[in-house]
């Protein structure tokens, strides 16, 4: 699906920033992959799956 890279994202229970991508499900375009970091190459972080809602 459509994706970017090189953004940031901020964790509101810590106040940081992380490195973020996000990619759009190709085969569902109301679910997103957003994965946060804290290098830019996406090794240590976490994943969280977003929904649109209708």
Not at 23 to 48: M, P
Request: glycine fraction near 12%; charged fraction near 30%.
């Amino acid at each position: 699906g459509d994706e970017l890279k090189g953004g940031k994202i901020l964790d509101p229970n810590n106040g940081k920033f992380y490195h973020c991508s996000m990619e759009l499900d190709e085969n569902d375009k109301n679910k997103l992959q957003v994965r946060g970091s804290i290098d830019s190459w996406g090794l240590a972080g976490r994943t969280q799956t977003w929904y649109r809602v209708q």
